[in-house]
């Protein structure tokens, strides 16, 4: 005799995902105010800031509103007047990155490309750019060999290893800079006005090159005041206003 299933629920298996979300940058009421001969000039007031891993942040404004003070001080370059800054939970200062060691890892997570990135290109020649950082990091000059060759054909810019960064175009200094910043295999990439100064055919090429690192489940913050960034898959896009803060 066969069993009745009539009228019986029928049993739905249901999947719950639950994304948990992993914060590698947290900033409580950052204030940074430069002082010179007596007189104060804000960068950044109460900016309150969460970057999940895996984001992909724009921060936009207008000139002058602290967008590159910003991205200095998540770079531990600077410090804040006021406030307190965590990267992966731990509270950075003067203090934490006293420590070689932990400092030594922490700049190896965070790459950061300057607005004008000939201020950080110092090498005799590309190669040497691109090889600096890993070498500082004592790998094995076979494995610093294999990772410069890599990139150099990634960037596609082989035929430039052995000139000086200072004889190069603003969009090939940019590559170089990039290359010597991946050469570190950072998880955090931050970039300042990332298509200033490129022609049309660099301009898509960073685009892609976007798209691309944030697919790799890294972390990325690009400052900006190009609308055609917009077009690309953020997580969020952060505005500054005249005042040095975050609009909500």
């Not at 309150?48 to 200095?72: H, R, Y």
């Not at 800054?85 to 003067?94: E, S």
């Not at 060999?145 to 090939?172: D, T």
């Given at each position: ?12 298996i249901i999947i719950i995902t ?141 035929h430039l290893q052995n000139r ?23 998880d955090i990439l931050m970039i ?57």
């Amino acid at each position: 005799m066969m069993k009745d299933t009539t009228g019986k629920r029928e049993r739905q298996i249901i999947i719950i995902t639950i994304l948990i979300l992993t914060t590698v940058i947290k900033l409580v009421d950052i204030n940074k105010i430069y002082r010179t001969n007596e007189i104060e000039t804000v960068a950044l007031e109460d900016v309150n800031l969460t970057v999940n891993k895996g984001e992909f942040l724009s921060i936009m404004g207008p000139s002058g509103c602290g967008k590159s003070t910003l991205f200095k001080l998540l770079n531990g370059l600077i410090f804040p007047t006021k406030g307190e800054y965590y990267f992966d939970n731990k509270k950075i200062d003067k203090n934490t990155l006293q420590d070689n060691i932990f400092a030594k890892n922490f700049h190896k997570r965070i790459g950061y490309i300057f607005q004008n990135p000939d201020v950080q290109l110092f090498n005799a020649t590309v190669y040497d750019e691109i090889a600096f950082a890993p070498r500082q990091m004592n790998l094995d000059e076979d494995i610093i060999h294999q990772r410069v060759n890599e990139l150099l054909i990634y960037l596609n810019i082989q035929h430039l290893q052995n000139r000086p960064s200072y004889h190069l175009s603003g969009g090939e200094q940019k590559k170089v800079a990039l290359a010597a910043i991946l050469a570190l295999n950072p998880d955090i990439l931050m970039i300042d006005e990332p298509l200033n100064g490129l022609d049309n055919k660099t301009r898509q090429w960073f685009k892609d090159f976007l798209i691309d690192f944030i697919k790799a489940n890294k972390t990325i913050l690009i400052s900006t005041h190009e609308q055609e960034l917009l077009s690309l898959p953020h997580s969020r896009i952060i505005k500054f206003n005249d005042e040095h803060t975050i609009l909500n």
